[in-house]
């Protein structure tokens, strides 16, 4: 079991800045990888941001050049450090951390979420 709590969302005006924090527990040997999802109002849930645990970090097209994904090992917890927002970034933003088993030979991916936090731009 992984548990993830998320804080730093917010409000804020278009071209502000806003970081989040995820911090993990539980079974933390079982997590490869860490990112950040978005679900806006009436929108699919995308992925934002993610980050491995070789530092290998992937960003959507929509954030690059603005949000940076990090990690700190020694507290378990994930960053996601936006600037430049933009009204379109508003959303709820989920911290996620997929883990991998083998169950019949076959691999099997479960997600871990945290609660959401808000982020919401005013333009």
């Known amino acids: 079991q992984v548990q993830l709590v998320e804080s730093g969302g917010g409000l804020v005006q278009a071209g502000g800045s806003l970081r989040l924090s995820c911090a993990a527990s539980?079974?933390?040997?079982?997590?490869?990888?860490m990112g950040w999802y978005r679900q806006g109002l009436g929108k699919q849930r995308e992925l934002v941001a993610s980050i491995t645990k070789y530092d290998n970090t992937y960003y959507t097209d929509d954030v690059k050049g603005r949000f940076t994904i990090s990690r700190d090992n020694a507290k378990n917890t994930i960053y996601l450090q936006m600037n430049s927002l933009k009204a379109e970034d508003t959303a709820v933003y989920y911290c996620?951390?997929?883990?991998?088993?083998?169950?019949?030979?076959?691999?099997?991916?479960?997600?871990?979420w945290g609660q959401g936090t808000q982020v919401t731009v005013s333009s």
């Open positions: 996620n951390a997929p883990v991998y088993s083998i169950k019949g030979g076959d691999e099997v991916r479960h997600d871990y």
């Open positions: 539980g079974s933390i040997s079982s997590i490869s990888s």
